[in-house]
């Protein structure tokens, strides 16, 4: 069994600056790629950014393009999502993943491993 586990959420002002953190826990599996996606109350659950084992490829959305920096530590089975220039409309639940087969776009892949969420709310 794989667990996940964000940390780092919590309440920042307009144009402030958080770091999540994700580590992922169990026997060894294996994976292509993590990922970062948030969700607000009643809307869909939205792809923040993705980057493959080994950081080779990086993939944001574009409402986070120039703003957010995805990194990994793989030797910590861990992923990491720097987020600067907050804005309000980044408010939201952020949750980390897991993908463990190869993607020809981690935008819309399944993935297979999800943590609980960690809560993000910019705010003055």
């Known amino acids: 069994q794989v667990q996940l586990v964000e940390s780092g959420g919590g309440l920042v002002q307009p144009g402030g600056s958080l770091r999540l953190s994700c580590r992922a826990f169990?026997?060894?599996?294996?994976?292509?790629?993590m990922a970062w996606f948030r969700q607000v109350p009643g809307k869909d659950r939205e792809f923040v950014s993705a980057?493959?084992?080994?950081?080779?490829?990086?993939v944001y959305a574009d409402s986070v393009k120039g703003r957010f920096i995805i990194s990994s530590d793989n030797a910590k089975d861990s992923v990491y999502l720097q987020m600067n220039s907050l804005k309000p409309e980044d408010t939201a639940v952020y949750y980390c993943?897991?993908?463990?087969?190869?993607?020809?776009?981690?935008?819309?892949?399944?993935?297979?491993?999800w943590g609980p969420g960690t809560q993000v709310t910019v705010s003055s």
């Open positions: 169990g026997r060894s599996f294996l994976r292509y790629a």
């Open positions: 993943a897991v993908a463990r087969t190869y993607s020809t776009d981690l935008t819309t892949h399944e993935y297979d491993y």
């Open positions: 980057i493959t084992y080994g950081g080779g490829a990086r």
